[in-house]
Nanobody
Framework: QVQLVESGGGLVQTGESLRLSCVAS????????LGWYRQAPGKQRELVAG???????DYADSVKGRFTISRDSAKNTVYLQMNALKPEDTAVYYC?????????????WGQGTQVTVST
């Protein structure tokens, strides 16, 4: 089992920045990738950014150049630095981990943290 706890959401104005944090615990050794997803009201959950255990990153086109995902292995923490925020970034942001359990791949989710960007 992997547990994920997010923090860092809040209310900001357009153009401001926020940094989300996600601390992983439990079967850390089984994690092969970490990422951030978001879900806006009435919309499907979408991938924002991901990072593998080798440090390979991937971003949604809508956030490239504005958001940066990083991880601190010593702290079992993954971060999402969000700059130049826009109202369309408003959503609940979820930390995600993909882990192995034997031959299976398991998805774990945090509880979510609200990010609201006002005009």
């Amino acid at each position: 089992q992997v547990q994920l706890v997010e923090s860092g959401g809040g209310l900001v104005q357009t153009g401001e920045s926020l940094r989300l944090s996600c601390v992983a615990s439990g079967s850390i050794y089984s994690i092969i990738g970490l990422g951030w997803y978001r879900q806006a009201p009435g919309k499907q959950r979408e991938l924002v950014a991901g990072i593998t255990t080798r440090g390979i990153t991937d971003y949604a086109d809508s956030v490239k150049g504005r958001f940066t995902i990083s991880r601190d292995s010593a702290k079992n923490t993954v971060y999402l630095q969000m700059n130049a925020l826009k109202p369309e970034d408003t959503a609940v942001y979820y930390c995600h981990a993909k882990a192995t359990r034997g031959e299976q791949l398991i998805d774990y989710w945090g509880q979510g943290t609200q990010v609201t960007v006002s005009t």
